[in-house]
Nanobody, 120 residues
Framework: QVQLVESGGGLVQPGGTMRLSCAAS????????MAWYRQAPGKQRELVAA???????NYADSVKGRFTISRDNAKNTMFLQMNTLKPEDTAVYYC??????????????WGQGTQVTVSS
């Protein structure tokens, strides 16, 4: 079994900062691309940022320059540093990862989500 667990969400004022973490656990051979998605009420889930095992990153235009994705391969963890937060960043943030439990096989996994609310 593989689990992804997010942490670090909560309430923050506009202009504030927040750091999300995602920890993968279970029987893991390797973790490939990891990503953060978010879903606001009434909207579709959207990609926020992604990072490959080698550290290549890409970001949604709406968060470029404000958010930074990173990972620690040794600890099977991923982070999202969010700066200059805006009310429109309010959403449930989900961790996503392609995880291999054995050679030449991988599956896609989701975390349960963590609420981020940006409000004064």
């Amino acid at each position: 079994q593989v689990q992804l667990v997010e942490s670090g969400g909560g309430l923050v004022q506009p202009g504030g900062t927040m750091r999300l973490s995602c920890a993968a656990s279970g029987s893991i051979f390797s973790i490939y691309t990891m990503a953060w998605y978010r879903q606001a009420p009434g909207k579709q889930r959207e990609l926020v940022a992604a990072i490959t095992r080698g550290g290549n990153t890409n970001y949604a235009d709406s968060v470029k320059g404000r958010f930074t994705i990173s990972r620690d391969n040794a600890k099977n963890t991923m982070f999202l540093q969010m700066n200059t937060l805006k009310p429109e960043d309010t959403a449930v943030y989900y961790c996503n990862a392609d995880i291999s439990q054995r050679l030449l096989s991988s599956n896609n996994y989701w975390g349960q989500g963590t609420q981020v609310t940006v409000s004064s």
